[in-house]
Nanobody, 126 residues
Framework: QVQLVESGGGFVRAGGSLRLSCAAP?????????MGWFQQAPWKERKLMAA????????YYARAVEGRFTLSRTNANNTVYLQMNTLKPEDTAVYYC??????????????????WGQGTQVTVSS
């Protein structure tokens, strides 16, 4: 069982930046997990925004955030980071970190992931 703890959400004006963090405290094989960040806006489906393999391969980005978001990981600290720049009001959502133990590739399907964080709210005002 992997515990995922997210932090870094908040309120920001359009054009601003936030950095989300997702830690897996106590996990001893963090580098074997593919990690993803998902976005869920009110009344909408949860969607993958970015994913990265255990070794850092990728990352994959959804078209809506490519060029604005950067996903990275530090396996020594059991943490992944989502740097969110040039934020737009349509980025407003709850962001969830997710993990799946996989091989060398990242995963892009929501159903692939079996561990989830509690979510962190990001609100972007116009």
């Amino acid at each position: 069982q992997v515990q995922l703890v997210e932090s870094g959400g908040g309120f920001v004006r359009a054009g601003g930046s936030l950095r989300l963090s997702c830690a897996a405290p106590g996990e001893t094989s963090f580098s074997t997990y593919s990690m993803g960040w998902f976005q869920q806006a009110p009344w909408k489906e949860r969607k993958l925004m970015a994913a990265i393999s255990g070794s850092g391969r990728g990352p994959y980005y959804a078209r809506a955030v490519e060029g604005r978001f950067t996903l990275s990981r530090t396996n020594a600290n059991n943490t992944v980071y989502l740097q969110m720049n040039t934020l737009k009001p349509e980025d407003t959502a709850v962001y969830y970190c997710a993990a799946v133990q996989s091989g060398s590739s990242y995963r892009t399907s929501l159903s692939d992931y079996n561990y989830w964080g509690q979510g962190t709210q990001v609100t972007v005002s116009s």
